[in-house]
């Protein structure tokens, strides 16, 4: 099965190829990808091919933090319903348990979990394909993505107590430091973002009800055109949640927004 994802978080990177002084046309014609795939944030692009465009222009411009410029482009805007849906939740908890629901609907082969360890909140965003070409730079904009998300839930009195890294030290480590202002951790075993976790109880503001009604109404109706089953949605929350020890049935159901017994 061709595992795929929307553009949306990755729109910016046209627009950090220019920064970097490469043309965007040529360099994705480069590996054979069409360049007006970036000019709707619902197209659709292979995980395979997203790795091998993220390694292409990390050579081609001879910069190793690529994916990260383009992770900073991103947040809950570029998540379509699913972050609409996140940031209009009553908490920060509830909001990242919106986003670990719905983000099949952006991207099937990776997924994010949330775990709670000593006073520590623990977002993770994982890969299934771990020796695919270009995961450092998928990676690297993965967790500029959530540290971006975070940001915006908490507001600017938020801050990180580590960001973790699954790809080795770049020589360079001066751009990840000014953008995360957190100590950093490379060659760990996970893509993530570490923080107290009493932001998870941080109160959101109040949206209208009707409002977040009709999201939830436009997400389901979304979810029912997806191509994904589900069985499959059920299989791709599991492998979430059972690392992370929350994986009952009456969990499971919590995260769908049913009852157990349905």
Not at 107 to 128: K, N
Not at 204 to 215: A, G, I, N, Y
Request: a negative charge.
């Amino acid at each position: 099965m061709q595992l795929m994802l929307r553009i949306g978080p990755n729109i910016g990177l046209p627009d950090v190829l220019r920064s970097l002084g490469a043309d965007p046309i040529k360099v994705m014609a480069e590996v054979g990808i069409d360049h007006e795939l970036f000019d709707s944030p619902n197209n659709l692009i292979s995980l395979k091919a997203r790795g091998r465009l993220m390694a292409h222009c990390a050579e081609r411009t001879s910069c190793q933090h690529f994916g990260l410029l383009v992770g900073q482009q991103a947040g809950l805007r570029t998540l379509g319903l699913a972050g609409l849906r996140s940031k209009y939740s009553s908490t920060v908890g509830s909001a990242l348990k919106n986003l670990i629901r719905y983000l099949h609907l952006n991207v099937r082969g990776a997924t994010t979990s949330l775990a709670t360890e000593s006073g520590l909140a623990i977002l993770e965003y994982q890969i299934y394909q771990t020796e695919s070409r270009g995961n450092d730079q998928v990676g690297g904009g993965a967790v500029a993505v959530m540290y971006n998300i975070l940001r915006e839930l908490c507001g600017d009195d938020w801050q990180p107590t580590e960001v973790r890294f699954a790809h080795r030290k770049p020589s360079d480590e001066a751009p990840f430091r000014q953008f995360f202002q957190a100590p950093l951790s490379f060659d760990t075993n996970q893509y993530a973002v570490v923080f107290s976790a009493d932001w998870l109880d941080h109160r959101l503001p109040d949206v209208d009800f009707e409002v977040r009604q009709l999201l939830q109404k436009e997400i389901s109706k979304l979810e029912t055109h997806h191509d994904d089953d589900f069985s499959d949605q059920v299989r791709s929350v599991l492998r979430t949640v059972i690392v992370t020890g929350h994986s009952s049935a009456e969990e499971v159901a919590e995260l769908f927004c049913m009852h157990r017994s349905t």
